[in-house]
C-alpha cells in the first residue's frame, strides 16, 4: 500500500486566471492506488496537441498565461500534474519519488489518453522527463518547446546555481513553494502566490517538492543518467521534428549556459528567445512565449 495525502478541492476555490477543469485518471497502469490529476483544454479532434509539463515546486497552473494563446489558436492542450504536485495524489514516503516512477507515469500517461501530433512543452522537470518521451514515441512527437531547462546526462557539470538550489532544498524540507517562487519571480501578486501554495498544506505534502533536486541526474552514474545519455544520442541522429527555445536569462539554476548545452544535444535548434528580466519560472512570462513559438512553427 503506498500511504499518500489528496490536497482537498477548497484549497484550488478562487485561482486567479484558471478556469480550467480538472480531470482525474484513477486507473493509471502501475499507478492504480493513486490519482492523477490532468487539464484537457481544446477540441479534442485537433490536429496539434500541447503536452505542457510542469516542474518544481509547480504545478500547471504554472502554464495560465500560456495555455489562453494555444486555445485562441484553435489547439488542444493537456497539462498533468504530477504526483506530489497541484491536485495529483502525494506520496508521503520520499523514497516513492524516483526518476523513473515519474517518468513512467508519464508513458503511461500518453498511452491512456493516446495522444498523438504532440507539442512537448516543457520547462525544468518538465524537460528533463519531457524530453526522453520523443525517444518513447518517435510517431507521436512533433516538436518542442524548451525553457530553461536540461537534458541531465550525467557527463557535464551541473551549473553551481542548480547545486546551491539542490543544497538549499536539502536542508529546507518544509519549504514555502509559493515564497519560493516569488522571490524569483516579483511580480506575483498574493493571490497568484497563494495559487503556488495551494496543494500544500504541510510538511507531510512535500515529499514530492524534497525529491525532484536529488533526482537531478548529475554524476555518471546517477538514475536517469543512462536513459538521458541515450536520449541525447537519439536526437543527435534520429530527430526529424522541430523545436523552439526561449531562455528567462536571470536565472542561475538553469539559464543561458545550460540551455546553450540543450541546445547542442538538438539538431537544428535555433537561438532561443531571450526574456532578459525572466529568471527560473519563465511561464511566468508566456503569452509572447507561446506567441512567438507558433509563429516559429506557422501554426
Not at 31 to 54: A, I, N, Q, T, W
Not at 142 to 164: C, H, V, Y
Amino acid at each position: 500500500m503506498v500511504e499518500f495525502v489528496r490536497t482537498p478541492e477548497e484549497r484550488f476555490k478562487n485561482i486567479p486566471n484558471f478556469p480550467y477543469e480538472p480531470h482525474y485518471i484513477e486507473n493509471l497502469k502501475g499507478y492504480e492506488e493513486l490519482r492523477m490529476c490532468y487539464y484537457d483544454e481544446g477540441p479534442k479532434d485537433s490536429k496539434e496537441v500541447f503536452l505542457c509539463l510542469h516542474g518544481e515546486p509547480t504545478w500547471s497552473y504554472l502554464y495560465r498565461k500560456m495555455i489562453p494563446v494555444f486555445l485562441n489558436a484553435g489547439y488542444r492542450i493537456v497539462a498533468p500534474d504530477f504526483f506530489g504536485f497541484g491536485r495529483s495524489d502525494k506520496p508521503v514516503n520520499d523514497e516513492i519519488y524516483t526518476f523513473d516512477f515519474h517518468r513512467n507515469s508519464l508513458i503511461e500517461f500518453i498511452l491512456l489518453l493516446d495522444l498523438e501530433n504532440i507539442t512537448l512543452v516543457g520547462q525544468d522537470w518538465g524537460g528533463i522527463f519531457g524530453l526522453t518521451l520523443p525517444m518513447e514515441f518517435p510517431n507521436r512527437f512533433k516538436r518542442l518547446i524548451l525553457m530553461n531547462t536540461i537534458l541531465p546526462t550525467g557527463d557535464f557539470e551541473i551549473s553551481q546555481g542548480f547545486k546551491a538550489f539542490r543544497d538549499f532544498m536539502s536542508r529546507t524540507p518544509d519549504v514555502d513553494a509559493g515564497r519560493l517562487i516569488k522571490s524569483v519571480t516579483r511580480h506575483l501578486t498574493p493571490e497568484e502566490v497563494s495559487a503556488y501554495n495551494a496543494p500544500f498544506l504541510d510538511i507531510k505534502d512535500k515529499a514530492g517538492i524534497r525529491r525532484f533536486p536529488q533526482l537531478v541526474p548529475t554524476s555518471y552514474d546517477a538514475p536517469g543518467g543512462e536513459i538521458s545519455r541515450k536520449v541525447r544520442d537519439w536526437f543527435l541522429n534520429e530527430w526529424s521534428g522541430e523545436s523552439f527555445m526561449a531562455v528567462g536569462m536571470a536565472d542561475p539554476v538553469l539559464g543561458p549556459p545550460m540551455m546553450e548545452i540543450l541546445r547542442g544535444m538538438i539538431p537544428r535548434c535555433p537561438k532561443p528567445l531571450e526574456i532578459k528580466d525572466a529568471g527560473h519560472f519563465v511561464q511566468e512570462w508566456g503569452e509572447i512565449i507561446a506567441k512567438k513559438a507558433l509563429e516559429a512553427f506557422n501554426l
